[in-house]
């Protein structure tokens, strides 16, 4: 039993994992989607580079190479940084392409209405089609959060103490890994129930202020 | 010690890691042909009326989804021998990769087939094509153009799943780079060589999902569809 206690005492250091990851891909994403969107080929390049590239390489590969491969040319990050640091930079590709979905799907009336009221390229894009971007696009990006959710469970093989890690402790104090791994897969499956509800309610909202009739 | 070599020096562990790589194409092999069929099966079995096999189905499909792949890695390396099940490192990466795929393209094939509109069941009821014709010739041929390209990036995230398999020692790409790097300590170089390799097949592999994608993947293309379907039965019967 007080197995079962410590194993669920990594919920914190797993949730901890997948807000910080989540909290930098949807502000960062934001922001680097709009490289896309502009007009200028080169930004372009960039954009689409940097989401295969990181897209293209296993979350594993990233975490690796942050947490061993910087250590040798100078940086060394501890293990929770290294799993933020890469889970973030993963969720800005991953949410940027998930905006850009969005953004498409805006029609270009929109746009041209808010020409039409004198605002500029910036604010149209702030004010008229960022909220309409992200009412269309709340629902996936809540199920690529439960995807994070799940990639936390990386930060284990770096030494990070969520709910794998200490599962796989536990194993081997104990034995028993049928109860401790079923266990700590029960933990992610409850976890990811709040967050569909909690999604949901967001979406609800946000299609209540933002309708466009 | 700034040291900006690996990036010239990263060829050099290539050799070191092919034998990985052709572990890595296996899994994900395995995973896929035998995952996709049983995913589709799964999802043909959603809406049966046998509530026994609906929740096995839908037990299958959740637990396959909602669990990260490294805790069913685990769960069967180091909690099946519990119970007197014993599978080597290699099965178990197979038995994992190959249940998680088949989830997966359970919850898109499910998603394509109700894609199809309701009238071309209908009209396929009109014509009294067998349940079987019915998923043959109508809905499945329909349903495979929006199928194709999500089980393409499929395909990429389970090859890139098979890194996982390293953390119960199956001696993939991932194993033999972190091998050689404790050897040498250069990390970065042979961790560099492991992401080229990764990345020379993934993206390729993406840019063809998306190129299919904006080729195929509209719901009705055109040619397949119940009248012509009704007028080869015709001809035929």
């Not at chain 1, 969520?162 to 897969?185: H, Y």
């Not at chain 2, 199928?147 to 393409?152: R, S, W, Y």
């Amino acid at each position: 039993m007080d197995a079962l206690v410590v194993i669920a005492s990594g919920i914190g250091m797993t949730l901890l994992l997948t807000i910080s990851a989540a909290l930098i891909g949807i502000v960062g994403g934001a922001v680097i989607v709009l490289l896309s969107q502009s007009k200028n080929r080169l930004l372009q390049g960039i954009y689409s580079a940097f989401v295969h590239v990181v897209r293209g390489v296993p979350s594993l590969v990233w975490l690796f190479i942050v947490f061993f491969g910087l250590t040798q040319i100078g940086i060394v990050l501890d293990p929770v940084t290294s799993a933020i640091v890469t889970l973030g930079v993963i969720s800005i590709a991953s949410t940027a392409e998930i905006y850009r979905g969005g953004l498409s799907s805006v029609r270009a009336g929109q746009w041209e209405a808010g020409w039409a009221l004198g605002l500029n390229r910036f604010h149209a894009m702030r004010d008229v089609i960022f909220p309409q971007v992200f009412r269309s696009v709340s629902p996936t990006i809540a199920t690529y959060v439960i995807g994070l959710l799940k990639d936390s469970a990386l930060a284990s093989t770096i030494g990070v103490a969520e709910i794998t890690f200490r599962a796989g402790q536990q194993t081997q104090l104990n034995g028993d890994g049928l109860t401790f791994f079923a266990f700590a897969g029960v933990l992610y499956l409850l976890l990811s129930l709040p967050l569909a509800v909690l999604s949901r309610s967001i979406h609800t909202r946000l299609s209540r202020r933002y309708a466009v009739v | 010690m700034s040291d900006f070599s690996w990036l010239i020096e990263w060829p050099r562990y290539i050799p070191d890691l092919l034998p990985g790589l052709g572990v890595a194409l296996m899994l994900t092999l395995f995973a896929c042909v035998i995952g996709y069929p049983l995913g589709l099966l799964l999802a043909l079995a959603t809406d049966t009326k046998i509530s026994v096999l609906r929740y096995a189905v839908l037990a299958i499909v959740e637990i396959g989804r909602g669990l990260p792949i490294l805790v069913l890695l685990y769960l069967v390396y180091q909690g099946l021998p519990q119970v007197d099940i014993v599978l080597d490192a290699l099965p178990s990466a197979v038995l994992v990769l190959t249940w998680s795929s088949a989830a997966y393209s359970a919850e898109m094939i499910r998603a394509s087939i109700a894609s199809v509109p309701r009238g071309q069941f209908e009209a396929s009821l009109a014509v009294s094509l067998s349940r079987w014709d019915l998923y043959r010739y109508v809905v499945l041929p329909q349903a495979s153009r929006i199928a194709i390209p999500p089980l393409v990036n499929l395909t990429i995230t389970m090859f890139h799943a098979t890194s996982l398999t390293t953390v119960i020692t199956v001696a993939e790409i991932m194993h033999a780079a972190y091998f050689h790097g404790s050897i040498t300590f250069q990390y970065m170089t042979v961790y560099f060589a492991a992401a080229i390799m990764y990345a020379a097949i993934a993206i390729p592999g993406a840019l063809f999902a998306g190129y299919l994608e904006r080729r195929i993947g509209s719901p009705i293309g055109g040619k397949i569809t119940v009248a012509r379907v009704a007028r080869r039965s015709l001809s035929v019967g």
